[in-house]
């Protein structure tokens, strides 16, 4: 149904059904539109005229009616926009898959065009043999296929000191969830023989700011990829065209784009990335290391700031996204009222170690202002926290891993703000 402004009078359609209870059966919503509808009674001229051919696009775009739908930034946040952070506009998507142009962008030093014929990537280090690939050394070994989220340790970090953006897609839209296609870095590893003393790993980019992170050899061998395609096709530019690390569960920084190093050692290397970023700063001022799981969260995209309830009381979908770096998420539950009333979610789609989930949540809206959260459940039975509890453990200067429990207050309009009820 569209809502053109002749139609002020939608949020008084009367639904045919009603009475349902919060948390009861699915609310069907049907309605009953009004007689003499013009978008029923006018022939349209899509239906006059014969539309574009095949190969108008070649390549395919979305509707020009879904303009809006697009990353965004805060210009205020960082001072420039080659060391900088985009957001996905989470309230604008649903299922589990993140599209590969709205995948939200961080950058330290811009993006790197890599040619991929000029494309290599090394290993040396602590290694029988040190090798170099090609792309299409790459290709020969045996393929995986794995959806996985990607978050940044700095996604809600604003949120720390109490609510500060006003959208979904701000506070939690520095993640996306892909399908990627590569091969095992262990099989790569294995090429090159791993000395017994290679204990870490040192993945490198080759953008300009030559991004590194040490990573346990555990973690190497058991389910990191060398990535070159995203959802089915070649990695955008922007996520590390043409091989990117995949490190699944671990903070965003590790998963190190345009990969042209790696290098096997004994200890970790504690570069820039693992010291005076990535650390956690506590209350007593000590400085938490190699915080790299990222821990159950979960977020209501609709309602949400960005996404008010537009059409007035009755059937509603509330709907929402949920995550762990430590397994699969069974359960969410939500609450309408500030965490005064928990009622289970009804999980939707597939539920794969290490990616997002989706809940929904159908209930009957009073009209009344709403407080709503969602707390998510993962497989290891860890439940995602308030934002005290969090401050609590690790007081008030942190800025990565808030994975505390967001509150949306919407009013008798259905206009929705970031509050925080804790
Ligand atoms: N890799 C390189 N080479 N350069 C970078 O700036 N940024 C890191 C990581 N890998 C970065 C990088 C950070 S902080 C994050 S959160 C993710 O890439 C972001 O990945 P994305 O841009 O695909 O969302
Ligand atoms: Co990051």
Redesign the pocket.
């Known amino acids: 149904m569209t809502d053109n402004p002749t139609r002020k009078g939608a949020n008084r359609r009367q639904f045919l059904t009603a009475g349902l209870a919060a948390g009861g059966a699915a609310a069907t919503a049907s309605v009953a539109h009004a007689a003499g509808d013009p978008a029923i009674l006018e022939i349209k001229p899509w239906a006059q005229e014969l539309g574009e051919g095949v190969d108008a696009r070649p390549y395919g775009t979305p509707s020009e009616f879904e303009k809006h739908v697009v990353r965004r930034n805060v210009p205020w946040l960082t001072a420039d926009p080659v060391s900088s952070v985009n957001f996905t506009p989470l309230h604008d998507l649903d299922g589990i898959i993140t599209p590969n142009g709205l995948?939200?962008?961080?950058?330290?030093?811009g993006i790197a065009i890599v040619d991929p014929a000029e494309y290599r990537l090394m290993i040396n280090g602590l290694v029988d043999r040190p090798l170099v690939f090609t792309l299409e050394d790459l290709k020969r070994f045996p393929r995986v296929n794995k959806v996985h989220f990607?978050e940044?340790a700095a996604n809600s970090g604003m949120e720390w000191r109490g609510a500060q953006l006003n959208g979904c897609q701000f506070t939690h839209g520095?993640i996306?969830n892909v399908m990627y296609t590569g091969v095992m870095l262990r099989d790569i590893l294995a090429e090159a023989g791993v000395k017994t003393t290679g204990k870490w790993v040192l993945p490198e980019?080759?953008?300009a700011?030559a991004?590194t992170r040490s990573i346990p050899m555990e973690k190497a061998l058991d389910d990191c990829m060398v990535a070159f395609k995203m959802n089915g096709e070649a990695l955008y530019p922007?996520?590390?065209y043409p091989v990117r690390l995949v490190v699944p569960g671990w903070e965003?920084?590790m998963?190190?784009?345009?990969l042209r190093r790696i290098e096997v050692g004994d200890m970790p290397w504690h570069h820039r990335e693992e010291t005076s970023k990535y650390t956690d700063l506590l209350g007593d001022g000590k400085a938490r290391r190699f915080t790299w799981e990222m821990d159950a969260k979960s977020v209501i995209t609709n309602p949400s700031p960005q996404a008010p309830i537009s059409h007035g009381p009755g059937p509603t979908v509330l709907t929402g996204v949920a995550w762990s770096g430590r397994g699969t998420i069974p359960r969410v539950d939500v609450t309408l009222d500030g965490g005064a009333n928990w009622l289970q979610a009804r999980m939707d789609g597939p539920s794969l170690d290490k990616s997002m989930h989706r809940f929904y949540f159908e209930f009957n809206w009073d009209g009344k202002p709403l407080l709503l959260q969602s707390r998510a459940h993962d497989s290891t039975g860890y439940i995602q926290p308030t934002k005290d509890a969090l401050r609590a453990v690790r007081g008030e200067n942190s800025i990565y891993h808030n994975n505390g429990i967001q509150t949306w207050y919407v009013n008798e309009q259905g206009v929705a703000e970031n509050v925080e009820v804790s």
């Open positions: 995948c939200f962008e961080r950058h330290h030093a990607l940044c520095m996306h980019g080759a953008d700011s991004m922007e996520q590390g965003g920084n998963w190190v784009k345009w």
